[in-house]
C-alpha cells in the first residue's frame, strides 16, 4: 500500500501546481513539498525455493546446450557472467600443448 500512498501524493503534488499556475494562487504549489512524499520501499530479490532450485538444475542438465552449460558453469563455480565472457579469449590464446583453443565456447 505505500507504492499507492506515494502515488496519490504525487498525483495531488501535481493538482495542486496546476491548479496554484491556473488559479494564480501561488501558496497552492508549496502544500504538498518533496520531502512530505515518503520514498518507495526497495523491494529485494528472494531465494529460490529448494525446489525451484532443483527444477532448474535437471532443466539445463536435460538441455545439454551451450547457454545451458554455461548456466551450470557459472552455478558450480561462482564465476560472473564477465568471468564467463571473456573464457574464449583466454582459451584461443592458451597453448596447443595445454589443449589449445577450446572450440565448445566458441560463440558461433
Given at each position: 500500500m505505500p507504492a499507492v500512498y506515494i502515488a496519490r501524493l504525487l498525483l495531488m503534488r501535481c493538482m495542486l501546481e496546476e491548479l496554484a499556475w491556473s488559479a494564480q494562487v501561488p501558496d497552492l504549489a508549496h502544500l504538498i513539498r518533496r520531502?512530505?512524499?515518503p520514498r518507495a520501499p526497495q523491494r529485494l530479490p528472494r531465494a529460490l525455493t529448494p525446489q525451484q532450485d532443483q527444477l532448474i538444475q535437471q532443466e539445463l542438465l536435460r538441455r545439454n546446450d551451450l547457454p545451458s552449460n554455461v548456466l551450470l558453469l557459472m552455478r558450480h563455480t561462482g564465476m560472473r557472467i564477465g568471468n564467463v565472457s571473456i573464457l574464449p579469449t583466454?582459451?584461443?590464446?592458451?597453448?596447443?600443448r595445454i589443449g589449445g583453443p577450446f572450440t565448445f565456447l566458441s560463440a558461433s
Open positions: 520531502e512530505d512524499i583466454i582459451a584461443s590464446t592458451m597453448p596447443a
